[in-house]
């Protein structure tokens, strides 16, 4: 029986690009998971710890992640993360297929931990989870969707991505953050 990692570095669907080859999840202690879009090329695919860079700094998306997450008691190695596509996707126009590609992986993945809560981050990893073209996201962040993934049914609720580019990452997510508080996580 192939497991869920060795099935990532066998899989060549998108070409042989750079993937997360040790670590493709991040395990955590909340009741929710936080799922990004593709790894980066300068992130835990060389530090093998997601958010960090090879000198063990937080990294600007993974700064204002610490930020939200500050404000309800918890920090970056509390939660659960991984990313919707395994491989780095430099060309973004190629990131719906690979996500596309990805979903069995990360059903797998999401099936093997007791989380009830996904969180994705942007438009793509929401895109790919409830399998609809996403015409203005803004529509769909802080909104709850119940669906089921493999054998198991979720809270999926979209948040903005926390990159420090993003004017609407710390600000416009804060809010999203106070309520899975409110809400026991």
Not at 70 to 75: A, R, T, V, W
Not at 88 to 110: F, G, H, W, Y
Not at 167 to 179: A, L, R, T
Request: glycine share 6%; with cysteine.
């Amino acid at each position: 029986m192939v497991n869920t990692q060795e099935k990532i570095i066998q899989c060549s669907l998108c070409g042989h690009l750079p993937k997360l080859t040790e670590k493709s999840m991040q395990y955590g202690n909340t009741n929710f998971i936080i799922i990004g879009e593709s790894p980066a090329k300068d992130g835990w695919i060389e530090s093998k710890r997601a958010f960090y860079n090879t000198l063990g700094k937080l990294q600007g998306t993974g700064r204002v992640l610490e930020k939200l997450l500050n404000n309800i008691g918890l920090s970056i190695d509390d939660i659960y993360f991984t990313e919707c596509c395994k491989c780095v996707i430099t060309d973004r126009s190629k990131l719906e297929k690979c996500s596309k590609n990805c979903m069995p992986i990360l059903a797998e993945q999401l099936n093997n931990i007791p989380c009830e809560i996904i969180l994705t981050m942007g438009v793509h990893p929401t895109q790919a989870i409830l399998h609809t073209k996403i015409k203005k996201f803004a529509d769909y962040v802080g909104k709850e969707f119940d669906i089921s993934i493999g054998r198991k049914n979720y809270k999926l609720i979209p948040i903005y991505h926390p990159s420090p580019l993003n004017p609407k990452g710390y600000k416009d997510n804060v809010s999203i953050f106070e309520k899975l508080k409110k809400n026991s996580i």
